[in-house]
């Protein structure tokens, strides 16, 4: 799939330069758009804010919420919060694991899934939890998910 | 719309008089939708309902309302809290009693409608009926507020909650909203504010406890020429829903408690701290700030009072540790989230090195009645040292879940078994943890404990800011304690080793504990042993000596655990059982020879090539190589896979 490229004059134009508070809701802009931090974005906001790249590493690997390579287009995430590991959510990630091969965090390099981990997405009656590509799917059970993950792959391959 | 908001403003916020004048009053009664000429229909919109598939009832309702041309009124709600009637859609036909359905999916609506509007009410999906004065009863409908869930409750921060459409500004000052911003903004000073509050005995809802007007009275006396107000919305404790529910079904209080505090601590600059992934409610609370502007309830010179704020949302990059409040500052700052050493307070030099006033939801969401109705008003609820209510989000084996809210001083006992009626398929009860992962556990000798803040800190156990997890027997306790410990290993910033190596040596004992006795005679025997008598020792350090709450927190599920589950753990290590079959590492699966009809299912399933036998012949499991996945005991037809 061919990337747009993305204007992010817009963005920078929002925030004054050279303002370090500015940086974390910029960057959370920047992923906003392009769904993660390239390394050219990176180094355009060290500019703009006059922080060294290093620095601005330094600060985005220490908040999860973002990411240096782009999410799979099969975006999954599944929650880990108590009530969901009361309700059997380990189950359900080592299932995830086995049908896609990926470990929490990653993408797979075709770009089809990328898969993470949440800590809780407050759905607790729901238990467990998987929130794919925006869609949340509640009371999920391992068996549920190899039929779930094929349908979602079909629809996408033949997009 | 130009001359509703001038009467609203005008007539309704300014007006001098608290009762106002019976025109006033009959348009605002109109805006309450309590005089109707159509019916109306509201939909709960939260996220929980959302997940519900709340969005599907919405079109279905709209294309049956489209296709039959009715002429009603479709309003999306807040949530009223029982999680398990969502989808919830009330119905109120004009001069009737509201109608509450539960669980109405898409495809309900039909015949849901076709029943009301026909006059043939579908038993079945009905929860019951909400009593409003003037409006005319259902006979031989249950009263919505005679049912257990809601009878124990006792509604404060929550009495808007699902009543009306969070996105209209005119619905929450018809219902008396912003009035107590107006009253306070006219008539009292910074310090008259700080002291209500104080006189009220309104504490902090985070977990600690602090008395909120304290808090902004040492602000306020600073020599600073700037402050700050943060609003805390970060609540990121897996199983606490409560402030997300509140934002998402009433902002506009929220608005009004930050516009109140902000005012008391004399700054025009207040920032939500906002939980990431929660859009929904980011995206209300954006609208509504909006319309607070447009309104002049925000902005420059408010009311020709002199006194101007703006409220800016800032979004959570994503680390537990940043809802601890001097990390909170740092990442408001542009930096890493990592906590500062206190003190200095942010109270005294917080954001920028100004003082900051950090306040969570609900205590801001406090504030607003508080100065409607006078501190002795609110001292009347609760008890003598927590005055007030307290908001949880039950969640975990209750038959109930949802968020609730209990005056302070109600036991455990009612929460559990009245207001989440007790345990799923009737199990055995285990525990509540409260607090989420830094909590601590209640056991049934402690179920009769009122909740509050002293008599739960004289037993050791944090109040946290409103998890209520509900522990059943089909929970092994030592998995819990390893689940939060593996959570706070990854959560913990790494600014002080105590936390930081601690949590991590924790971690892997417990997962030691719980792993398969592989080698029993080697060496690994000795090291458990000699880890698990460690584990007191290095939970004692990390509380004496981490840098911030996480770290003094973090051992408190295991030390609690440990505490009331003493034999569960001692089972774990000496007997190498776990009673509640959870423990992947420790069970141990036998096939019944009566039972075992020689299909092979679970010989092909094996991933370890763990189970031998001949076709037609009971088959059997060499324990030595079976690694306890359980697949052989699902995949089983004849329930002849026994675990021990």
């Known amino acids: 799939m061919m990337r747009m490229s993305i204007n992010y004059d817009t963005i920078f134009k929002k925030y004054k330069q050279g303002r370090r508070e500015d940086l974390i809701p910029l960057l959370q802009d920047i992923q906003d758009v392009s769904g993660y931090l390239s390394e050219e974005t990176i180094i355009r906001a060290g500019a703009f804010t006059g922080l060294s790249t290093t620095r601005i590493y330094g600060l985005a690997t220490f908040y999860d919420q973002f990411r240096f390579i782009p999410a799979g287009r099969i975006h999954i995430r599944v929650c880990n919060g108590t009530s969901c590991f009361l309700n059997g959510s380990q189950a359900v990630m080592n299932k995830i694991k086995e049908i896609t091969g990926l470990n929490p965090g990653e993408t797979a390099r075709d770009g089809i899934f990328s898969y993470e981990i949440e800590t809780c997405m407050g759905g607790c009656n729901h238990a467990p939890l998987v929130r794919i590509n925006n869609k949340y799917y509640s009371h999920i059970k391992p068996d549920h998910l190899p039929e779930l993950i094929k349908k979602l792959r079909f629809i996408i391959e033949n997009d | ?644």
Not at chain 2, 37 to 63: H, L, Q
Not at chain 2, 461 to 470: D, E, K
Request: aromatic share 8%; net charge negative.
């Open chain 2, 1 to 644: 719309m130009e001359d509703l908001k001038k009467i609203l403003v005008e007539k309704v916020l300014l007006y001098e008089s608290d009762v106002l004048p019976p025109e006033t009053e009959s348009i605002l009664r109109q805006i309450r939708r309590e005089k109707t000429t159509a019916p109306v229909i509201y939909i709960s919109s939260g996220t929980s309902s959302i997940i519900s598939g709340s969005e599907e009832t919405w079109s279905a309702i709209k294309t049956y309302l489209d296709e039959n041309s009715l002429k009603t009124d479709l309003v999306r709600v807040g949530c009223q809290g029982p999680a398990n009637f969502e989808p919830l859609v009330c119905i109120q036909l004009p001069g009737k009693n509201r109608l509450f359905f539960r669980n109405i999916t898409g495809e309900k609506v039909d015949l849901l409608l076709n029943g009301v509007f026909h006059s043939d009410i579908n038993e079945d999906d009905l929860a019951g009926q909400q009593g409003t004065r003037g409006f005319e009863m259902w006979p031989g409908i249950p009263f919505i507020e005679e049912l257990p869930f809601f009878a124990h409750q006792k509604r404060i921060v929550m009495n808007n909650c699902g009543c009306y459409d969070p996105e209209n500004i005119d619905e929450y000052i018809a219902r008396n909203g912003f009035r107590a911003f107006a009253k306070t903004i006219r008539h009292y000073t910074f310090e008259e504010v700080c002291d209500i509050v104080e006189r009220s005995g309104l504490r902090g809802r985070g977990g600690g406890g602090y008395l909120t007007g304290l808090k902004w009275k040492q602000a306020l006396n600073t020599g600073s020429l700037s402050r700050y107000l943060v609003c805390n919305a970060k609540e990121s404790d897996p199983g606490a829903f409560t402030d997300r529910t509140l934002l998402e079904s009433d902002p506009f209080r929220l608005i009004e408690g930050i516009a109140i505090a902000s005012y008391a601590i004399g700054t025009s600059n207040a920032i939500i701290f906002f939980r990431k992934g929660s859009e929904h409610a980011l995206e209300r609370i954006r609208k509504a700030i909006g319309k607070a502007r447009e309104y002049g309830v925000l902005g420059n010179n408010i009311f020709s009072s002199g006194y101007s704020l703006d409220i800016s949302v800032r979004r959570e990059p994503g680390a537990f540790v940043c809802g601890e409040e001097t990390a909170l500052i740092n990442t408001l700052e542009g930096k890493r989230g990592m906590p500062r050493l206190k003190p200095p307070y942010p109270t005294t030099s917080g954001l920028f090195g100004k003082p900051t006033v950090i306040n969570n939801v609900e205590t801001l969401m406090n504030v607003p009645v508080i100065m409607l109705n006078g501190p002795e008003w609110f001292r009347a609820t609760g008890t003598e040292s927590s005055p007030g209510t307290k908001v949880f989000a039950i969640a975990g084996k209750g038959r109930m879940s949802g968020v609730v809210e209990v005056e302070m001083g109600t036991s455990a006992r009612t929460i559990l078994e009245d207001i989440a009626d007790g345990i799923k398929e009737g199990r055995e009860f285990r525990a509540i943890q409260l607090g989420g992962v830094s909590g601590s556990f209640l056991t049934s000798e402690n179920l009769d404990l009122e909740i509050d803040y002293e008599t739960l800190r004289e037993k050791g156990i944090g109040m946290g800011a409103g998890g209520f997890v509900i522990i059943d027997e089909n929970t092994c306790m030592v998995d819990l304690v390893r689940h939060y410990m593996e959570f706070m290993r990854n959560e913990n910033c790494g600014k002080c080793i105590p936390c930081r190596e601690g949590t991590g040596r924790m971690l892997e004992i417990l997962e030691s504990i719980i792993r398969k006795p592989e080698n029993e005679e080697s060496g690994t025997t000795l090291e458990r042993f000699k880890g698990v008598m460690q584990l007191d020792s290095i939970a004692s350090v990390m509380k004496d000596t981490s840098l911030c709450g996480l770290g003094q927190n973090a051992p408190n599920p295991f030390m609690s655990a440990l505490g009331n589950f003493r034999e569960e753990f001692e089972e774990h290590i000496f007997d190498r059982k776990c009673r509640a079959n959870v423990c992947r590492g420790l069970r141990t699966f036998s096939i019944d020879v009566e039972k075992c009809t020689g299909c092979t299912a679970c010989a092909s399933k094996c991933p370890v090539n763990a189970i031998y036998g001949t076709r037609l012949q009971p088959f059997f499991i060499v324990e030595e190589k079976c690694t306890g996945c359980g697949i052989c005991y699902d995949i089983c037809k004849f329930t002849a896979i026994t675990v021990k």
